[in-house]
């Protein structure tokens, strides 16, 4: 890998792009250009047959500062780095700090490229790269540019082994904010590959990390803990406050009392119980139990309404309560 500094002051880790897999796209690259370059010419030998050796000639100049230097350069503009071969080899031209290149980079690449590609058979070209630390040939000096891997296997993700059960939680007040990503990394890869190591080699080592970490955080372990096992009780517990920092919010958001589940008294089935009661209905299992009325409310008697009556004065709808004697 290698770092690459961006404008903001933000390290990339690009991975160079090396000689075998540069060849094989720069081969790609000209087997398709020369196939296309032969064709053009051979249909410019059809239609100028009947024009003069100056005019055959001009076209063929044009032809060939068109395709085999023209055409790679646009082809690189438009794809912002791809060619075909670096598409099929997984590659991509960027810039020193790690952004797409423009016209003025893919210029200065073509241009050196016939010299050091066309001109001595990729002698130069192979030279340079072997050469450079990263890979570059020279027309990548000038323009500025680095040709990187786009697609890097993924490497196998293995589980760190949780500690015993014994220190679940033991480490829970212990100050991590000082222990850097690089010590973390350490301890990681320690403790996935703790059980293909020596039993001395990696006793020593997980005790050199856990001296390391005491000096970051300012606490010993546990009297009796072995080293490996205070690491691991440590990694957990990093562990469960990042898991409790990523979805605390959405703990909260998706508590019991907010979708309708009775919640904690006060908490947000409290909140959901009194928007319920303002709306006339009642919510299930929020709020307290009512009390049921100590008078009942008499039976409602059927209100027989005239028919000259309702013509002659209008009456007030029936609400199914008998009126106050």
Known sequence: MSDVVTGDAVVLGLQPARLPSR????????????????LVTLGLAVATASLDEAAVTALSIASFLLILVGAPIAVETLSHGRSLGKLACGLRVVRDDGGPIRFRHALVRGAMGVVEILMTFGVVACVASLVS????????????????????????????????????????????????????????????RARELDPVVGRRLAERLADELVARTGTPPPPGVPADAYLAG????????????????????????????????????????????????????????????PVAAPAAAPVVVSPVADAQEPTAPATGFAPPA
């Open 23 to 38: 060849a094989l796209a720069v081969l790609i690259d000209l087997v398709v250009v020369w196939a296309v370059y032969l």
């Open 133 to 192: 630390e990263r890979g570059r040939r020279l027309g990548d000096v000038f323009a500025g540019t680095l040709v990187v891997r786009e697609r890097i296997p993924a490497a196998r993700a293995l589980a760190v082994p949780p500690p015993p059960p014994w220190l679940v939680g033991r480490f829970a007040g212990l100050d991590l904010s000082a222990v850097p990503e690089s010590l973390w990394l350490e301890i990681r890869q320690y403790l996935t």
């Open 234 to 293: 440590v990694v957990a517990e990093r562990q469960t406050r990042e898991a409790r920092r990523a979805f605390g919010s959405a703990g909260v958001a998706g508590a019991p009392g907010a979708i309708g589940m009775p919640g904690p008294a006060g908490g947000a089935g409290a909140a959901v119980s009194g928007a319920a009661g303002t709306s006339g209905m009642t919510a299930p299992g929020f709020g307290p139990p009512v009390a049921p009325s």
